[in-house]
C-alpha cells in the first residue's frame, strides 16, 4: 500500500492524542478568541452601552437612573405634598404657565389641612381670628395655581368663574382639574409633566 504520508516520510504513531496529516487540534471551550459568557480577555472592555453579565446597567434595579432619564413615556416623577405645596407658594400671584395634576391636587390637600388646624386653633382661643388669615393668605395661590391647571388642559384660566354657577359649575371645573394635560406645548407653555430631559422643575 502507498505511504499517505509520502515517500520517505514516517506514518505517525500513537493515538488519538497526535495530530494526523495537519489537521487542527479542536477548538478551546467558547471558541477561538472567544472568552465564555460573562468573562472578558484581557484587555478587553464592554462595549458602549454594554454591562457584564449579571451587573444591572442603568434604570435596573441597584443601580441608579441614567440622568435626565423619565421613563418609557418621558414623563417626570409625580411631585410630592411638600414639592407641591412649595411650587405653588413660590408662584404665588403667578397666573401665567401651567400646572400639573398632582402640583394642583397636594395644594388644594394641604389647603384643607391648613384650614382645619386654623379651625380647631379657633376654637380653643373662642374667635376665628387664624382661620380667616389662612383663608385671605392662600386665596390668591389657590386661584393662581387653578388657572395654570386648567391652562395645562389647554383652557383658559377665567373658566374658574364658572364656579359662580351653583353646583353645576364646580362640578365641571372638576372634572377639567382632574383631567391630564396635553403632552405637547401649548398657547400656555411646554408641559410641566414632559420637559426635554425629564425631571421638574425645582421650587
Given at each position: 500500500?502507498?505511504?499517505?504520508?509520502?515517500?520517505?516520510?514516517?506514518?505517525?504513531?500513537?493515538?488519538?492524542?497526535?495530530?494526523?496529516?495537519?489537521?487542527?487540534?479542536?477548538?478551546?471551550?467558547?471558541?477561538?478568541?472567544?472568552?465564555?459568557?460573562?468573562?472578558?480577555?484581557?484587555?478587553?472592555?464592554?462595549?458602549?452601552?454594554?454591562?457584564?453579565?449579571?451587573?444591572?446597567?442603568?434604570?435596573?434595579?441597584?443601580?441608579?437612573?441614567?440622568?435626565?432619564?423619565?421613563?418609557?413615556?418621558?414623563?417626570?416623577?409625580?411631585?410630592?405634598?411638600?414639592?407641591?405645596?412649595?411650587?405653588?407658594?413660590?408662584?404665588?400671584?403667578?397666573?401665567?404657565?401651567?400646572?400639573?395634576?398632582?402640583?394642583?391636587?397636594?395644594?388644594?390637600?394641604?389647603?384643607?389641612?391648613?384650614?382645619?388646624?386654623?379651625?380647631?386653633?379657633?376654637?380653643?382661643?373662642?374667635?376665628?381670628?387664624?382661620?380667616?388669615?389662612?383663608?385671605?393668605?392662600?386665596?390668591?395661590?389657590?386661584?393662581?395655581?387653578?388657572?395654570r391647571r386648567?391652562?395645562?388642559?389647554?383652557?383658559?384660566?377665567?373658566?374658574?368663574?364658572?364656579?359662580?354657577?351653583?353646583?353645576?359649575?364646580?362640578?365641571?371645573?372638576?372634572?377639567?382639574?382632574?383631567?391630564?394635560?396635553?403632552?405637547?406645548?401649548?398657547?400656555?407653555?411646554?408641559?410641566?409633566?414632559?420637559?426635554?430631559?425629564?425631571?421638574?422643575p425645582a421650587?
Open positions: 500500500m502507498t505511504n499517505p504520508t509520502g515517500p520517505g516520510q514516517d506514518q505517525p504513531q500513537g493515538g488519538g492524542d497526535q495530530n494526523p496529516w495537519g489537521t487542527p487540534p479542536p477548538p478551546p471551550p467558547g471558541g477561538y478568541g472567544q472568552q465564555p459568557y460573562g468573562q472578558q480577555g484581557y484587555g478587553q472592555q464592554p462595549g458602549y452601552g454594554q454591562q457584564p453579565y449579571g451587573q444591572p446597567g442603568y434604570g435596573q434595579q441597584g443601580y441608579p437612573a441614567a440622568p435626565g432619564y423619565a421613563g418609557p413615556a418621558g414623563a417626570s416623577p409625580q411631585l410630592d405634598i411638600a414639592t407641591a405645596v412649595r411650587s405653588v407658594l413660590n408662584q404665588y400671584a403667578v397666573f401665567t404657565g401651567r400646572a400639573r395634576r398632582s402640583e394642583f391636587w397636594w395644594f388644594y390637600l394641604a389647603n384643607v389641612l391648613a384650614s382645619i388646624v386654623a379651625s380647631v386653633v379657633d376654637q380653643a382661643i373662642g374667635a376665628p381670628l387664624l382661620q380667616i388669615i389662612v383663608a385671605l393668605g392662600l386665596l390668591i395661590p389657590g386661584l393662581a395655581v387653578g388657572a386648567l391652562h395645562d388642559t389647554g383652557k383658559s384660566g377665567w373658566w374658574q368663574l364658572i364656579a359662580l354657577v351653583p353646583l353645576v359649575g364646580i362640578i365641571l371645573l372638576i372634572v377639567w382639574w382632574a383631567q391630564d394635560g396635553d403632552p405637547a406645548p401649548n398657547q400656555h407653555g411646554p408641559s410641566p409633566k414632559y420637559l426635554a430631559g425629564g425631571g421638574y421650587y
